[in-house]
Each structure stands twice: as C-alpha cells, then as structure tokens.
C-alpha cells in the first residue's frame, strides 16, 4: 500500500492538447459568452417595457386571490367572492396596461 507522500513523488502524464483542440475550447467559450450576452440584452430590453418588478409579480398574485375567490364562493361566502373577483378585473387591466410597449401606442396612433 502506498502512502500519501509516495504518490507525490511519482511523475505525472502530461498530454498536450492540440491546436485544434484549444481553438474549438476558445470558439465553444466565444459561443458560451455571445449567448450570455443576448440573454442579457433581452432582459434589459424586457426591462425597458416593465415599469417596476412590482407588475411583474401581479399574474402570481391573480392566481392565487383567484382560488381564494373560489373558496370563498364554495364555502357560501358571495360578498369576499364578488370582491376579490372585481380586484382582480382591475388588477388584470392594470397588469395589461403595464407590460404593453409605450412605443406600439405611438405607431398605432399614427397609423390612424
């Protein structure tokens, strides 16, 4: 049985890698980069169109006053349930309202 400090005195086997094999490494790191950067292009372009990370949270938010208003409804609570449904008609308008692009709305005016 070998030891630990035996082992270390053994040389190791070096490969070298090829110039074809460092060149596709370095084109599939160039390719890995340029996907990162699109990606984060994209979310600064969403980002332009979202006025804060408040509007995006509200599909969330929707759903769930949305089964909270189905319980309400089954366990014979009418009022909670037409006044959760009617705050989530308007949370809805507010949502489409927010995440639609300001610049659609000057080419459609312009249009007519």
Do not use: C, W
């Amino acid at each position: 049985m070998k030891t630990e400090s035996q082992n270390s005195t053994e040389k190791r086997g070096y490969r070298r890698r090829s110039d074809e094999e460092r060149l596709s490494a370095l084109q599939r790191k160039l390719e890995e980069a340029q996907q990162r950067l699109k990606q984060r292009e994209a979310r600064k372009e969403m980002a332009k169109h979202v006025p804060n990370l408040a509007t995006l949270k509200i599909p969330r938010l929707t759903k769930h006053l949305r089964e909270f208003a189905d319980f309400a409804r089954t366990h014979g609570r009418l009022d909670y349930y037409n006044s959760t449904i009617a705050f989530v008609a308007m949370m809805d308008r507010l949502y489409h309202e927010d995440m639609q692009d300001p610049n659609e709305d000057a080419v459609s005016e312009d249009d007519e």
